[in-house]
C-alpha cells in the first residue's frame, strides 16, 4: 500500500505461517488472521470472562470482550492516524486476551503460584493461538502472534503495530478501570492525583483523546510509537493510583479469596483426573506435561463455567 508509513508492516512482507494458506482473492494475511479470532471459540468466551469486577451483575461493567473492543478501537485510531498497518493492530488486538483465566488477574495468579514454569496470560494467549484452539492453534502469522506475545509493559514487540496495541491496552483499561470504579462507588473523579486530572483530563472521554494526541505528536513519521515523558510520569502516576486504592480495594477484592480457592480446586481436580479433559487438551500431555494441560483447561473456563463446574464436583445437589 502506497498510503502506509515507511515504518509500517506490510502484510505482503509478513514472515508468514506455520502452515501455508493459498492466498485469498480479496483479504490480505492480516485481515484473515483478525478473521480467524473473531470466528474462534475462545473469543466468544471472553465475554463471560471477568475484567476487574468479578462476574458483575450490572450490565454495564467492562467483561474481557468489551475490554478487547475498546483496545481495538483506541489501537486502530493510532495506527490509522500513524498510517501504520490497521488490519495487524486490529488482529493483535482481537488476540491479546484471548488467555485470560476466568477471574481476571485472580485466576492468574493462583495458576502461576501452582504450575510449575508459571501462568502469565500473554503467553497463554500465543497457546491458545498455536496450539489450543480446536487442539490445533488458528495457524496465524507471525506478526499477529508476535504482538500478542508481547501486549505487555514488559514486552518488546518486533512491529509498531504492537507497540501501538501495547500501548492501547494500558489506555484503554486505566480509562474503563477508573469508569467502572466510579460506577461502583469504589472511586470519584474528585480523589484522582490532581496532578494527573491536570495533564490528562477531567473526563473518560477527555483522557482518552489527550493521550491519543499525545502518543500521535511524539510518534508520527518516526520508527516508533511512544509518550512524550510527561504524559508517561503522569498516565504511570495513575495507573500506579489505580493498583494501590482500586486494585486491591478490600470491597472489590472481598470475592476474590473465594474465585482463588475455585481456581485452585479445579486445577488441582484435573490435574488427578487429567485422563478424563478432551482429546484436545490431552494430546499435549506428552509434549508440555500434565500441569500445563490442567492449566490449559482451567485457563479456557469462562467465570460462570467455572462456578458451575466446582459446583457439579464439589457442591452436594438436593433431592427433588
Ligand atoms: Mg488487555
Redesign the pocket.
Known amino acids: 500500500m502506497k498510503t502506509l508509513s515507511p515504518f509500517a508492516q506490510k502484510s505482503s512482507q509478513t514472515r508468514g505461517r506455520e502452515r501455508p494458506l493459498s492466498p485469498c482473492p480479496v483479504r490480505t494475511e492480516f485481515v484473515r488472521d483478525r478473521d480467524r479470532i473473531i470466528h474462534c471459540k475462545s473469543f466468544r468466551r471472553l465475554k463471560h470472562k471477568t475484567q476487574v469486577f468479578l462476574s458483575p451483575v450490572g450490565d454495564h461493567y467492562r467483561t ?1 470482550l468489551t ?2 473492543l475498546e ?1 481495538s478501537q483506541i489501537a486502530r485510531t493510532i495506527s490509522r492516524a500513524l498510517r501504520l498497518n490497521e488490519d495487524l493492530t486490529e488482529a493483535i488486538a482481537m488476540g ?2 484471548l488467555g485470560h483465566t476466568p477471574f481476571g488477574h485472580s485466576g492468574e495468579k493462583v495458576l502461576n503460584d501452582l504450575v510449575p514454569g508459571g501462568f502469565e496470560h500473554n503467553v497463554q494467549s500465543l497457546r491458545i493461538v498455536e496450539k489450543l484452539e480446536n487442539g490445533v492453534g488458528l495457524n496465524l502469522t507471525y506478526e499477529v502472534r508476535d504482538g500478542i506475545l508481547n ?1 505487555k509493559k514488559s514486552g518488546h514487540p518486533c512491529t509498531l503495530e504492537g507497540a501501538v496495541v501495547s500501548l492501547a ?1 494500558r489506555i ?2 486505566v480509562n474503563h478501570d477508573i469508569d467502572d470504579a466510579i460506577r461502583a462507588g469504589l472511586l470519584t473523579n474528585e480523589i484522582l492525583p490532581k496532578s494527573c486530572i491536570e495533564k490528562i483530563g477531567r473526563t473518560h472521554g477527555e483522557r482518552i483523546n489527550a493521550l491519543i494526541m499525545d502518543i500521535l505528536s511524539v510518534s508520527f513519521g518516526r520508527n516508533y510509537v511512544r509518550m512524550s515523558e510527561e504524559m508517561m510520569t503522569e498516565f504511570d502516576k495513575l495507573r500506579d493510583y489505580l493498583f494501590e486504592n482500586l486494585y486491591h480495594d478490600p470491597r472489590a477484592k472481598a470475592e476474590e479469596g473465594k474465585a482463588e480457592g475455585v481456581v485452585e480446586t479445579l486445577y488441582k481436580h484435573y490435574l488427578k483426573n487429567i485422563d478424563g479433559l478432551p482429546e484436545d487438551f490431552k494430546k499435549y500431555i506428552d509434549e508440555d506435561g500434565r500441569e500445563r494441560v490442567a492449566a490449559d483447561y482451567i485457563a479456557c473456563m469462562t467465570d460462570r463455567y467455572a462456578v458451575r463446574d466446582y459446583e457439579r464436583l464439589f457442591v452436594p445437589k438436593d433431592w427433588n
Open positions: 474481557r475490554h478487547t483496545v491479546h486476551d501486549h491496552d484503554a483499561y
